[in-house]
């Protein structure tokens, strides 16, 4: 069979890279709802996308029983209700992360899920859309730095204050930085240290300088029983830099360590997704631009084999939690 | 005047850079104590400075009223009571970091610099022997990176298992890990964030793989009011690492980010102290090997004048503070 997935929710600009790299993997658009908050993303993504189906009801892409799979990048606040009710109509669900901002949401998604047997995947692009991020996943799986430790994901982000749309600015919309960004870290930290859970050890978040009631910093202490990680997000990427963020994620292990310099190496080699591995042998660079990317092939076999390969059921959801545990007790604070 | 100073403690090979630094600042060595918990060290000492004179008795060059400044190396848990004795004898007194391990010692030098007004100087290399990150602090108080939010210092170091002596493996004589290393990086929070005192948000010590009862890893959340700064030290270099450790230090500010390469730029570009700047305008490489460190030439100047352009007393103290009150919360944890 050949999935069939509709578009739900365009508020944000990763939903041109869900669609593209779905139908790259195989799978066939049935078409779009085109509402948003936000023009320019359905301008955007009418000029990428101009044979793309419109249809203005979404319920009569929900009601169609030849679509399988529902992709979302509605407002964050919103994501989890459509996915609930994408379930609930026999879907599977691929959201953009976040997948869900609050705990109450977390219930309706974990309950649906049960309930349904549907997939909800969320789509942690700086793992699955970064080739160096892959590679080094593979690395450690085969020992090349023994033991993980420690993880250090640093995810600075650009602020672009004049593409934001309102709801960016209201932490009751992107649920807060840690829920909105930092995500990425959780899901890579537990990746790296493999383990399906763990623990919110510290978490803290700041309003640095952007704007007041804007969270613009956070930071995060995630605990396994062998490892641990340290996340840090801000929207501090300096206009200077020449891509939206320095995205790095540090791996230490009894033998080597593993760093990454997913988007840029600054002032240093061309290109993206650097890989800069010390070991017993030495100090190396492996490049992995171009590399292999296999998440939405593997969530599209699941969609056909009922399987979990791209990333286990549990492994999802407990990111998601962690990100909410972590937003409240930096909330608290 | 041209101040001598004399060398009691040649436990950690520190002692070298000590001697070497303050000899070329322009003090004279009065002469060294030959006593040590590691012959090596003292080995090493007499090759590298044949002409210094051995005194054998250390209470000689406490009662010498020509000597102005004590230099001391000893194993860690022992230097408060040489810096103390120093004092209480007249002499200023330049230490190795640590400079003291339990809250007790911190209360008996605090008291004896306020009795004498004597100098107590923990010389923090990590910041005052490596220009680059003397360079960045300069260019942080000029304004190149806006105003300072955050600071991430990593602090692997070679264990070097062979050559370590007793004293190393048990925390009664280093202090635990975040006493013993994680002092620079506590200085260098304080500096960067241009604040005198601060608090620690988090702590934690971890016995991973290096032996039963030995602390091989440790982290810290340090905040002041404006700013929060990350600590992870850890006894995980490589033995492929072509140095002791990859050193890092990153500042993020509102308008740019520095990071340090203090050591190794690891498959990139040779030599050390590698300084890299993104701001408004791009992203730059300053290198900083062989560029100013005027720590010793202040610390000369400040035993003579009385002043403190070296570093303040209350900021030196702080960071003793600070680490202690870190591992006290790492360990109760």
Known sequence: MQPRFAVIGLDHRH???LTQYLIEAGMECAGYWPVTSDAGVLEGFRKRFPT?????????LLDDPTINVVAIAAIP????????????????????????????QL???????????????????ERFQTPSTVRALEMVREGAIGRVIQTVGLGPHRLNRKLRPDWFWDAKYYGGIL??????????????????????AYAAVAERAVQPGFQDFGEIVVKSKDASG??????????GLPTWGDGRLTVLGTEGTIELRKYVDIAGKPGTDHLFLVDGKGTRHIPCEGGKMDYFQKFTADVINRTETAM??????????????????????
């Open 230 to 239: 340290y996340i840090r997000v801000d929207w501090f990427t300096p206009d």
């Open 107 to 125: 219930a309706a998604v974990r309950a649906a899920v049960a309930e349904t047997g549907r997939i909800f995947s969320v789509c942690f692009s």
């Open 179 to 200: 829920v909105d960004i930092a995500s990425h870290q959780i899901d890579q930290f537990l990746a790296f240290a493999n383990v399906e859970d763990a623990e919110i």
């Open 77 to 104: 606040s919103e994501r989890a209700d459509i996915a609930v009710a994408a379930m609930r109509h026999g879907k599977d669900v691929l959201v953009d992360k976040p997948g869900l901002t609050t705990f109450e």
């Open 52 to 60: 793309l189906t419109e249809v203005a009801d979404k319920q009569l």
């Open 15 to 17: 939903v041109y890279e």
């Open 312 to 333: 286990t059921q549990a492994h999802c959801l407990n990111v998601c939690r962690l990100a909410l545990e972590a937003q409240r007790l930096a909330t608290q604070r």
